[in-house]
């Protein structure tokens, strides 16, 4: 595994997905352990997609899931898609069903969008209601989540602020309903600001489809996409990679500055 620097972010570039997956669950361990020690818990909202499995399938393991008094940890999703929780397209559900249920997190940790396939609208206001009573905000306040867990589709888009969406646009909402129009869906979404006030946002990225936007994201000046906007205010910014999403940004030679 390589570790390298890009525009103020940590860069890990691992030699499989497999690697990827354990340097991820060490420091969701760490950052963890250290927000409970702190504080006395830990938020963290989880990302949609298919990358996250392997988060999962490691922290649920028996190497990993002793490590962490999971008792004290809260769990959030970044983005929703607008259907039941027990549909298979859920992310919030998949977390459920292939990670949390494994670990014995108490019921009232878990903070999954309520009926966000009824009225998008009216759960992200509700889910956004949610989570300024768990962080006890003010008006205008942001929450502060110890981590937020991110992944990077083919078209630079993160949790669902894809490209000429509205949502890119939010800066006093902690959360949105979003129009996709390329995929003519709606889907609930944290804001740029909601991500950017967190202790710790950790992207894993993996697959050679996105190895030419990976590394325009990483070393380039000009901002085409929206992962672009996540930049935390005061918090860590690091992104684990496979080698064959970071191909181009290793060739590039950005890296070794």
Not at 35 to 63: F, H, V
Not at 246 to 255: E, I, M, Q, T
């Amino acid at each position: 595994m390589k570790t390298l620097v890009a525009q103020r972010a940590q860069v890990k570039v691992c030699d499989n997905h497999v690697e990827m997956a354990t340097e991820a669950s060490k420091e969701v361990i760490r950052i963890t352990n250290g927000a409970i020690s702190s504080r006395g818990k830990c938020a963290i909202a989880l990302s949609g997609g298919t990358t996250p499995q392997l988060l999962y399938d490691k922290l649920g393991s028996k190497a990993f899931s002793g490590q962490v008094n999971w008792g004290a940890v809260h769990f959030f999703v970044s983005d929703e898609r607008c259907v039941p929780l027990n549909d298979k397209d859920s992310n919030f559900g998949n977390a459920q069903r292939e990670f949390l249920s494994k670990i014995g997190v108490p019921a009232e940790n878990l903070h999954p969008v309520k009926n966000p396939d009824k009225a998008p609208a009216k759960a992200a206001l509700a889910y956004e209601k949610e989570i300024k009573e768990f962080f006890q905000l003010t008006d205008g306040e942001f929450p502060k989540f110890d981590l937020i867990l991110l992944g990077m589709g083919p078209d630079g888009h993160c949790a669902s602020l894809f490209p000429n969406t509205k949502a890119l646009e939010e800066k006093q909402r902690i959360c949105v309903e979003n129009l996709v129009e390329k995929l003519q869906v709606t889907r609930i979404t944290f804001s740029i600001p909601t991500i950017n006030h967190a202790r710790n946002v950790m992207f894993m990225v993996q697959g050679p489809e996105k190895s030419k936007v990976l590394k325009e994201v990483l070393v380039g000046d000009t901002v085409l996409y929206p992962v672009q906007h996540i930049m935390p205010e005061a918090g860590n910014l690091q992104w684990l990679l496979d080698k064959k999403a970071a191909s181009d940004f290793l060739k590039s030679g950005a890296g070794s500055r």
